[in-house]
């Protein structure tokens, strides 16, 4: 059944049938009629709606035996009100008016609604063209749509192919209602077609929501996971699974797909879907490869396909713009044309994830081009932070020597200078070069200059050719875009840019390749291995890449929950590194996570202003922060009062300190530390206080500090963000503690002094308890108003992981348990490594497996991208990097037990690290950094081996065996220290 909750804004707008009429000419695929009213939808009852609506739903192609549409009030299950339900018999891929059928309350469908499908269906017979696609008749009862030429730099050419899989119970989704599949049977199907993976199910003696326990009439639920697409399940004549297999990757490319560092697609640019397709980046400059360069974009969610991002530039004033990344140009959008006289076939595209590198091939064949590849790929370069480099090969298809080349390829190809973002335009033009420069529109404060750009790039593109041609000694065209600003040029940005480029010109498109695969094969000289689940291994690649890919050393800018790649989320950094993704940096990828820390150190002034602004002392840092540190988040609120970001900044660099050792970074961090901490002693207060306002001394919107209870934070907004504004959050309170705990542990350190009451405030937060919300017994109440209802992400969880609290081990079972099915893990989540990491520090292996399968509804699987909600649900943030660096943890601190525990020491588990769910047979955490010295870590279910990495080492380590307490050195070049699989230690020596 098609669930129309995801579509109620678009089926019933006031342009509706016109919408309808839009989206099917574009998809080509199928119709389904929508009565004349849906009651209760998008909370405007009685809406009238009158559509010729197309269903192209997960699999992107419609079911041939039933569709029903469902009204529902959004929010709520699927409930029947008014439907209608279209048979469509799709003999030879035509539509035929009398095979549709309309019922239950929709028997009179209107005469415009029907007109517009009589359209659809003689488009359909006569296999016209419409907006640049073929709707085609295909057998086997499909209708599918030929896409001629798509996004940047791709072409596809592909017509859905389905097979039926006879008898076979299987389906796609975790959340089925009717049929009980066989497992067994679809194991089987799946393994049958190439491309077909079946990831995982619901196991007898797991109950998730959804699934049943396996014991009496409750069904056995079976999800099968598609490396191409979800197999298609129907229920007309018992269950039958459509599955359309793809073809295979390249030979060339197979073994790096099985190894989970590449993945491939040769699916249509739709069932893809935009936002889903790689980025390409270094940290200092990024651009999302696809999956065609959309129309400039000007407001939110700023989802802007082959648009070049620069970390650190940012266009739009302070909130009320607000200050977003800004959209700066578009330079590769290419597209290959057809020819009458020739055959153009789609081979697919592919991300390697270890090079950094998108690729997709193209065959082709007409007279002067005998059966060729034409192969794009781009890449930013790693150490040449300010390349990109995009290129264009051909070579015979079949290895033929006496391959002539290609001439006169067709091609369209598209210059975008200046968008809603910028005033660019050309500033330089010769026969070899051509720059672009201008400036933002906006600064993000008033009095603020605008940013100068400049990108220089080769100008045989910069008329936007036509043809390319190929010789077999010159079998590859090569576009290097150099772009620059006033962020590190302080002179002439056009004239910095056309030298840089003229540098870079002069290097061989060989050696620019080359020096840019050793400097990615550095940088995943850490990482997660896993074997035994290529699935796994490939996800997990995809979630660091994604990261690694908005940051870099020498760079020193922070990066946001959609990436350098994109514009989700304007580009603006919230608790999200510090919480989700810098704790993996900083075991992993330390270089990485300075330089996002030194972006907070370079920001104290800021935060300093912004507490002012509140009437508060100390450091109040913004929940959002972009250019200048000061509040820029459109949601007024969420600056002024989610205030926990003031905690997760400090207790993110305690972690780094720990793991790194650097006392002289630590230094430099005091006047952050400091300033922070008088802001939670300012915003504290007593639990018993009967007063309004703070002592002599404070600012004037402290809290009072009377009273002998333990302390607490009022007008906050908890990470359930849709709690708003309340008292007493559990996991504030909680986390300001730790942050004053830090404070006077620096201080020892460092040798300054800090206030008396902080010592008081560290060691007694209001931590309240409940026996009104569970019946098994008390749990940690959330925050004051909490009642029970559904919260948006994990918040109580947080109190055991990242945090670390522990209590009564059934209080921390309870808490789990309880906040977990409070959880709406469709909504916005976050890997999700708070509960993963807690089950299995409390040694609940079942419930952190449950989590972490929870995180495939986020994964979309053709190139393994992250979306913050369901992808049923849209996604809404793609390469939302918060969720991948959450699932990222689940392995590195959840499965290993790991833990920073104190100044250098890593503990990994408390009883011994396990290896995670689906066949995973050995797992290794691969870089890991303590005290500045790499070393590997792996296991499997018997063995675990610890050896240093060759190469420049920090401070001397050891491991040590926590139940004999022996200790053994580490030495560099030595073979792997094993033991039986149990808890242990990895220590600097000398570390106690």
Request: glycine letters at 10%; one cysteine or more; aromatic letters at 10%.
């Amino acid at each position: 059944g098609n669930r129309l909750q995801g579509h109620a804004d678009r089926l019933c707008s006031p342009e509706c049938a016109r919408s309808a009429e839009h989206v099917c000419g574009q998809q080509g695929r199928g119709i389904l009629i929508v009565g004349e009213q849906i009651q209760d939808v998008g909370g405007a009852p009685g809406v009238s709606c009158e559509a010729c609506w197309l269903e192209w739903g997960w699999s992107r192609n419609i079911d041939a035996h039933s569709l029903r549409a469902v009204g529902v009030a959004r929010g709520q299950d699927v409930t029947p009100r008014d439907w209608a339900e279209a048979e469509l018999s799709l003999e030879g891929g035509l539509l035929a008016q009398d095979d549709l059928v309309v019922v239950d309350g929709a028997q009179d469908a209107t005469a415009k609604a029907r007109a517009h499908c009589n359209r659809w269906r003689d488009q359909a017979r006569a296999g016209t063209r419409e907006n640049g696609h073929r709707v085609v008749g295909l057998g086997l009862g499909w209708v599918a749509a030929m896409l001629w030429a798509v996004f940047a730099g791709y072409a596809l050419m592909a017509a859905a192919d389905w097979t039926v899989l006879n008898n076979t119970r299987c389906h796609y989704e975790l959340h089925q209602w009717n049929g009980v599949p066989d497992l067994a049977a679809c194991e089987s199907a799946c393994a049958s077609y190439p491309g077909c993976t079946l990831f995982t199910y619901c196991p007898p003696d797991v109950k998730v929501d959804g699934c049943g326990t396996g014991q009496g009439p409750e069904p056995r639920m079976c999800w099968a996971y598609s490396v191409s697409e979800l197999p298609k399940c129907e229920s007309s004549q018992g269950w039958i699974s459509g599955y359309r297999p793809l073809p295979p990757p390249p030979s060339d490319w197979a073994e790096r797909i099985a190894g989970g560092n590449m993945a491939f697609t040769a699916d249509t640019p739709e069932a893809v879907g935009i936002g889903l397709f790689p980025v390409v980046g270094n940290g200092f400059l990024a651009i999302e490869a696809g999956p065609y360069v959309q129309p400039w974009v000007d407001s939110w969610p700023w989802r802007d396909a082959g648009t070049f991002h620069m970390a650190g530039v940012y266009t739009g004033l302070n909130y009320t713009t607000p200050s977003h990344r800004a959209q700066i140009s578009k330079l590769h959008d290419m597209t290959i044309l057809t020819r009458p006289d020739g055959n153009f076939t789609t081979i697919g595209m592919a991300v390697d994830y270890e090079y950094g590198i998108v690729y997709n091939r193209t065959r082709v064949s007409y007279p002067g081009c005998p059966d060729t590849v034409v192969e794009q790929r781009m890449y930013a370069h790693r150490t040449l932070r300010e390349l990109f480099v995009f290129e264009i090969a051909a070579s015979s298809a079949t290895g033929d020597p006496s391959w002539p080349g290609c001439q006169s390829l067709p091609i369209s190809w598209k210059l975008s200078p200046a968008g809603p973002d910028t005033n660019i335009s050309v500033a330089l033009s010769n026969s070899t070069l051509t720059v672009w420069a201008g400036t933002t529109l906006l600064p993000e404060q008033l009095g603020l200059p605008l940013r100068h750009l400049a990108i220089a790039f080769d100008s045989w593109v910069a008329s936007g050719p036509t043809t390319l041609s190929f010789t077999p000694q010159q079998p590859v065209l090569t576009l290097r875009a150099v772009l620059r600003s006033d962020l590190d040029v302080t002179n002439d940005v056009t004239a910095a840019a056309a030298q840089t480029w003229a540098r870079y010109a002069a290097i061989s498109s060989s050696d620019l390749m080359a020096s840019h695969k050793a400097a990615m094969t550095t940088l995943w000289a850490s990482g997660v291995e896993l074997q035994g689940n290529s699935t796994f291994a490939a996800t997990v690649n995809a979630s660091i890449y994604d990261i690694i890919s908005s940051l870099r050393a020498d760079w020193n800018w922070s990066t946001s929950p959609g990436g350098l790649g994109t514009g989700g989320y304007c580009g603006h950094s919230f608790w999200d590194m510090e919480t989700w993704m810098f704790p993996v940096l900083t075991v992993l990828f330390p270089d990485l996570a300075r330089v996002a820390a030194q972006y907070r150190l370079d920001r104290v002034d800021a935060s300093v202003t912004n507490a002012r602004l509140r009437g508060y002392d100390g450091a109040m840092w913004a929940w959002e922060s972009a250019y200048t540190g000061l509040w820029t988040a459109p949601w007024r609120n969420a600056d002024y009062n989610e205030n926990h970001i003031s905690a997760d900044i400090p207790l993110a660099l305690r972690k780094f300190y720990y793991a790194t050792g650097d006392d002289v970074m630590l230094k430099s961090t005091w006047p952050l530390l400091n300033a922070t901490c008088r802001f939670w002693e300012c915003r504290f207060r007593r639990i018993d206080s009967t007063g309004h306002t703070p002592p002599a001394g404070y600012a004037p919107n402290c809290g009072p500090k009377d009273g002998t209870g333990n302390w607490t934070v009022y007008d906050v907004i908890p990470p359930d963000e849709a709690t708003g504004i309340t008292n007493n959050c559990v996991y504030t309170n909680a986390a300001a503690a730790q942050t004053l705990d830090w404070c006077i542990e620096a201080a020892g350190l460092l040798g300054e002094s800090v206030p008396a009451i902080w010592h008081d405030m560290a060691a007694s937060p209001y931590l309240p308890l409940t026996d009104k919300l569970y019946a098994l017994g008390p749990v940690h109440l959330q925050d004051a108003t909490y009642l029970g209802k559904q919260i948006n992400q994990a918040d109580v969880a947080l109190l055991q992981y990242p945090l670390g609290l522990t209590f009564d081990k059934d209080l921390m079972q309870r808490d789990l348990d309880y906040y977990a099915s409070k959880t709406d893990f469709a909504g916005m989540f976050t890997g999700d490594s708070s509960y993963s990491c807690a089950y299995l520090a409390l040694g609940n292996r079942s419930a952190a497996d449950a989590q972490l399968e929870l995180a495939f509804n986020h994964i979309d699987p053709h190139f393994n991208v992250f979306t913050e909600t369901d992808l049923h649900d849209g996604g809404h943030t793609q390469h939302f990097i918060t969720g991948a660096g959450g699932y990222v943890q689940g392995f590195v601190f959840g499965y290993s037990g790991m833990r920073i525990a104190r100044k250098g020491v890593l503990s990994f588990a408390s009883e011994r690290p396990i290896l995670p769910p689906l066949g995973v047979t050995a797992m290794k955490l691969r870089g890991v950094h303590l005290l500045g010295t790499p070393f590997d870590i792996g296991w499997d279910a018997q063995q675990l081996c610890v050896a240093l990495q060759d190469g420049p080492a920090g401070r001397p380590l050891e491991v040590r065996v926590r139940a004999t307490g022996q200790s053994i050195a580490l030495k560099p070049g030595a073979p792997a220290t094993c033991v039986p699989v149990q808890a242990i230690d990895v220590a600097g020596v000398g570390y106690p």
